[in-house]
């Protein structure tokens, strides 16, 4: 049975949770965590991923079972290693698998993959999708049947050294007292395939409507973003890195600007920190990873979940696990 705030999954290490519902069953996509020898820095070379694998659930209190290897690395032709982060959509009879991958030149691009069952296999597309840099992509697919790609995350994610449009390998982040960056995001066209148009920086602001800072740690955009709506509103949600938080901000468009709300999780074990929010039978669900199962091993996380709340204001309850 699952267990809330358990590992849901023991026999692989997995991380970065992407959860959605599709055809009555709890779907989640997340990265697979591998054993090696290779070194760990800011860069991430610890998070050395190779492959997908798919996880349902019938419900929540149901088992978790593996549906197996979803796509791997060998298939798909542009990239060169570290599959990291992805999430799924459905449109039109098809799902649609997004993930980050470091091309030939080790930049990191976004491709796609499609298949028929929520649970794949997946084909990859032959080219990763254009002008798509950086990581962790995000899809969300509004009531009107518009999608959007949110993506970004600095340091080994390598978001601010496209600061002016191109790739810079030596750019740094910003100095604390400029406006931070904020996630990209980007229109996807009809199949899904492509970008409408370029992508977008978002803008996150204090509830003055000043931008929040570089050296604003605590709530900061650092990775990891997510979508979901709640009474109307779009609930823009993402990890602070350094300092190891889930928080979120809210708006009245998908694009932003969205106005810092507060922290959902306080930091976990392990250094990252990964969710997504899913809402299934009329409770709201956070997924998440930890390090517990390995006993702190960086890189070799578990993907855990919990029931979380909103007050009566659409406030998302901070958690106490």
């Given at each position: 049975m699952a267990e809330q705030n358990k590992p849901l999954v023991t026999h692989l290490y997995t991380a970065d949770p992407s959860a959605h519902v599709f055809e009555g069953k709890l779907?989640?996509?997340p990265s697979h965590d591998i054993d090696h020898d290779g070194p760990t820095n800011d860069n991430g070379d610890q998070y050395a991923m190779e492959d997908y694998h798919v996880f349902s659930l019938e419900n929540p209190s149901s088992p978790c079972v593996d549906n197996g290897e979803a796509l791997h690395?060998?298939?798909?032709?542009?990239?060169?290693?570290?599959?990291?982060?992805?999430?799924?959509?459905?449109?039109?009879?098809?799902?649609?698998?997004?993930?980050?991958?470091?091309?030939?030149?080790?930049?990191?691009?976004?491709?796609?993959?499609?298949?028929?069952?929520p649970a794949g296999p997946?084909?990859?597309?032959?080219?990763?999708?254009?002008?798509?840099?950086?990581?962790?992509?995000?899809?969300?697919?509004?009531?009107?049947?518009?999608?959007?790609?949110?993506?970004?995350?600095?340091?080994?994610?390598?978001?601010e050294k496209w600061h002016t449009g191109l790739f810079q390998p030596d750019a740094v982040e910003k100095n604390p007292g400029e406006p931070a960056y904020g996630p990209r995001v980007a229109e996807l066209s009809e199949d899904?395939?492509?970008?409408?148009?370029?992508?977008?920086?978002?803008?996150?602001?204090?509830?003055?409507?000043?931008?929040?800072?570089?050296?604003?740690e605590d709530r900061r955009y650092f990775e990891g973003p997510w979508m979901h709506k709640y009474m109307g509103k779009y609930y823009l949600s993402y990890s602070?890195?350094?300092?190891?938080?889930?928080?979120?901000?809210?708006?009245?468009?998908?694009?932003?600007?969205?106005?810092f709300q507060?922290?959902?999780?306080?930091?976990?074990?392990?250094?990252?920190?990964?969710?997504?929010?899913?809402?299934?039978?009329?409770?709201?669900?956070?997924?998440?990873?930890?390090?517990?199962?390995?006993g702190g091993v960086d890189h070799k996380r578990s993907i855990k979940f919990t029931e979380i709340q909103y007050d009566e204001e659409g406030r998302i309850q901070p958690l106490q696990l």
């Open positions: 779907y989640i996509y690395l060998r298939d798909v032709p542009w990239a060169s290693k570290q599959m990291w982060a992805p999430d799924a959509a459905y449109r039109q009879g098809t799902y649609y698998l997004f993930f980050p991958a470091r091309d030939k030149e080790g930049i990191f691009r976004i491709g796609v993959a499609t298949g028929t069952s997946f084909q990859a597309q032959e080219s990763y999708i254009e002008g798509s840099f950086s990581i962790d992509p995000a899809v969300f697919v509004d009531e009107d049947e518009r999608a959007y790609m949110y993506f970004g995350g600095l340091w080994g994610g390598q978001l899904m395939l492509s970008f409408k148009s370029a992508p977008q920086e978002i803008s996150i602001v204090d509830e003055e409507g000043n931008p929040l800072l570089a050296g604003d602070t890195g350094t300092t190891h938080k889930i928080v979120y901000a809210v708006s009245d468009k998908p694009c932003g600007p969205f106005v507060g922290t959902i999780l306080n930091p976990v074990i392990g250094w990252t920190t990964h969710h997504s929010i899913v809402e299934f039978d009329g409770k709201w669900y956070l997924f998440y990873h930890d390090a517990s199962l390995s």
